[in-house]
């Protein structure tokens, strides 16, 4: 038995990457449904009439929903497997995008981001799930972050697309016409995917309601290894996220003067930055476990940094090549926050392994949701004041990172103690 393989692992191959394409597939249009309003935040504000407050509402409502799904969708994987969650994920957000295109007020289009945030919250962790099931453990941190790396591709067509669509054909054909690609990826799902490898049958468990429900997640949160991975996606994921949701077109449009263009290509940059940096740590990571930590509390420092030379720069503008730096910093968050379930996945056995991605999963979105409501509500408050508005980044930096050093102590041993248990444990199989 090779040393990298465990007893009991997928075999991995082609067959593995085809299955798990069409999972990916679901997440990437997910994520260009999740971001599409990061492009046509100025169209929103002149369709519906609505303020900065107003208008980062939609934003929170959709991860708010994201967010408080992650834990019941983590035990829906778990109990029910990946294609009947993906294909209610894809009829979902499907229905939100449609809905949101078609819609007259800012209420209905509230209630639209709403369901689409709700489909979207179906995807990432069951594409999660699906690589853990397809392929080897040692391949889980690759995988894990080309997972990612689909996700930004979905980002990008937002930022190229999905913005050409809207100032050439208008609000209603660009979203109505986007959400044709829900219904290719739903009967992908629905006639091609598997749940596992033959032969690889998750072991039955004996589900019992709410009890079983309150063990798998009091389980879960028990382990050091999820907490940290959970304050690690926290800490790095969102200054990335609430620039390409929300805030990042505004900031370079009305606080630094670019054209919607400019700014467009700058928000290229950040999704191109991440695709690449997400391939590297993905690669560092596999080689070299120990690298995690560092990893995310330099992405945390390097982001910090630059935020802070960006905003405290004297003249009235940002200089292009100072913005590019910070596009090209905030492309490491998405990658960096992909370390966050590096922690939680060896914490936890396989039948909790969607519950442990769902309550790392939440971290991110979290912070990422404060940020867009504070941002919004001191932009309001200050007369559209970006230098203070943005200042609310460092606030939450400061508390992820406080609990990670609280937690990276008793997550690493843990994390020994549970590989020595497993060696063990591998050393008495009989040949």
Avoid at 52 to 72: K, W
Avoid at 92 to 116: E, H, I, K, N, V
Avoid at 192 to 210: I, N, R, T, V, Y
Avoid at 360 to 379: E, K, Q, R
Wanted: aromatic residues 8%.
């Amino acid at each position: 038995m090779s040393s990298a393989t465990l007893p009991g692992d997928p075999p991995g191959g082609r067959r593995a990457v085809a299955v798990w394409s069409i999972g990916v597939s679901v997440y990437f249009v997910a994520v260009i449904f999740r971001t599409s309003l990061g492009v046509a935040g100025l169209d929103a504000v002149d369709r519906f009439h609505v303020g900065a407050s107003a208008l980062s509402t939609f934003s929170i409502l959709q991860l708010l929903v994201y967010a408080g799904m992650q834990i019941p969708v983590g035990l829906l994987v778990d109990r029910l497997g990946t294609k009947k969650v993906l294909s209610l994920g894809a009829v979902l957000f499907t229905l939100g995008q449609l809905g949101f295109a078609f819609s007259p007020s800012y209420g209905m289009a509230l209630a639209s981001r709403a369901l689409l945030g709700c489909g979207d919250a179906l995807t990432f962790i069951s594409v999660l799930r699906l690589g853990t099931r397809w392929f080897p453990a040692r391949r889980g941190p690759l995988v894990a972050q080309l997972a990612g790396l689909v996700g930004m591709a979905g980002n990008l067509v937002s930022t190229l697309l999905i913005a050409r669509l809207l100032h050439g054909i208008g609000w209603t054909a660009a979203f109505a016409g986007s959400a044709l690609a829900g219904v290719v990826v739903l009967v992908l799902t629905l006639v091609f995917l598997k749940d596992h490898p033959e032969g690889h049958e998750p072991a039955p468990s004996a589900h019992q309601g709410a009890v079983y429900v309150r063990r798998q997640i009091a389980a879960a949160w028990r382990e050091p290894g999820t907490r940290l991975g959970m304050w690690v996606h926290f800490t790095t994921q969102f200054p990335a996220m609430v620039f390409l949701l929300l805030w990042g077109l505004p900031f370079l449009v009305q606080a630094q003067g670019l054209s919607r263009a400019t700014a467009g290509e700058l928000l290229t940059l950040v999704v191109l930055s991440n695709m690449v940096i997400g391939l590297v740590y993905g690669q560092i990571v596999a080689r070299h476990h120990a690298a995690r930590l560092p990893l995310a509390l330099g992405t945390v420092a390097a982001t910090a940094l630059v935020w802070a030379v960006t905003l405290a720069y004297p003249a009235e503008h940002a200089p292009m090549w100072l913005l590019a730096v910070l596009c090209a910093v905030l492309g490491a968050c998405g990658p960096a926050s992909m370390l966050g379930f590096d922690f939680a996945r060896p914490a936890n056995p396989p039948e909790r392994q969607g519950t442990a991605s769902g309550i790392t999963n939440m971290g991110g979105f979290i912070a990422s949701m404060t940020t867009l409501f504070a941002v919004g509500v001191l932009l309001d408050a200050t007369g559209d004041d970006y230098t203070v508005a943005f200042s609310a980044v460092f606030v939450l930096q400061a508390l992820g990172v406080s609990q990670i050093l609280r937690l990276r102590g008793r997550a690493a041993r843990r994390e020994r103690e549970r590989l020595v248990a497993s060696r063990v444990e591998t050393v008495h199989v009989p040949a």
